[in-house]
């Protein structure tokens, strides 16, 4: 286990650990705000149901202040200048697509890239994090796979509508998720988080949730690889 041993080994409050969490901890706050503006938004593009997005937009709200409160713990101030102009690209495209009245481009960002995105940062964190933020992640995480399983439900129900749209929503949007692991990569790995695991465990999550909607192999390895090709 080797992650396990490099929890026992990190030193929480030297000066190094807690220079890399102010952006990764500001990371999943701005990540977890975004998602709950995002939730609420959608609501107006679907409306019949706004009830059950509501609820997702005020889950993420909870989950920013665990996350807050996190930092707090080991004393370190969120670079929140850092993290927003980190979620720029796709926060840009998000507020694009809706503009259009593109549901199916802003689930994409929202339901699958961003929840895929916290999913395998939070799976690969827990075993490294400190005992405090491992409890608050452990609860987190359970929650995005909710939050995930709304985008695929929906997408899975409208697949052939939204076939060409999500093609070529993954086009624009993938490559901007090898970009934001290449500029994280460093400070994760001061918290013992390799950018190989990240990878794998996004594509993971992110291929599964593809299969789940209704592309097959072939097609999500064609759709997969707009990311590698930025990576």
């Given at each position: 286990m080797p992650q396990l041993e490099a929890s026992a080994a990190l030193d929480f409050h030297?000066?190094?650990?807690?220079?890399?969490?102010?952006?990764?901890?500001?990371i999943v706050i701005e990540g977890e705000q975004e998602a709950h503006e995002n939730y609420i938004q959608l609501a107006k593009l679907l409306p019949e149901h706004e009830e059950e997005l509501i609820r997702l937009s005020k889950m993420e709200s909870r989950h920013k202040k665990g996350f807050?409160?996190?930092?707090?713990?080991?004393?370190?101030?969120?670079?929140?200048?850092?993290?927003r102009q980190f979620f720029a690209?796709?926060?840009?495209?998000?507020?694009?697509?809706?503009?259009?009245?593109?549901?199916?481009?802003?689930?994409?960002?929202?339901?699958?890239v961003i929840e895929c995105f916290a999913i395998a940062a939070y799976n690969i964190y827990i075993p490294v994090a400190d005992p405090f933020a491992r409890k608050i992640t452990e609860g987190v995480v359970k929650d995005e796979y909710s939050h995930l399983n709304f985008g695929e439900v929906w997408l899975k129900a409208n697949f052939a509508a939204?076939?060409?749209?999500?093609e070529a929503a993954n086009r624009q949007n993938l490559p901007i998720v090898w970009q934001m692991l290449n500029q994280v990569a460093d400070d994760a790995h001061v918290l013992a988080?390799?950018?190989?695991?990240?990878?794998?465990?996004?594509?993971?999550?992110?291929?599964?949730?593809?299969?789940?909607?209704?592309?097959?192999?072939?097609?999500?390895m064609r759709m997969s690889a707009y990311g590698l090709a930025a990576a």
């Open positions: 030297s000066e190094k650990y807690k220079d890399a969490y102010s952006r990764i901890n500001a807050e409160a996190c930092g707090r713990n080991l004393q370190v101030t969120p670079d929140m200048v850092f993290a690209k796709l926060h840009q495209n998000f507020q694009d697509a809706l503009a259009e009245g593109k549901v199916v481009t802003c689930l994409l960002i929202q339901s699958l939204s076939k060409a749209e999500l988080m390799e950018k190989e695991a990240l990878v794998e465990d996004f594509m993971i999550a992110y291929g599964e949730a593809l299969s789940n909607i209704g592309f097959t192999t072939g097609e999500i």
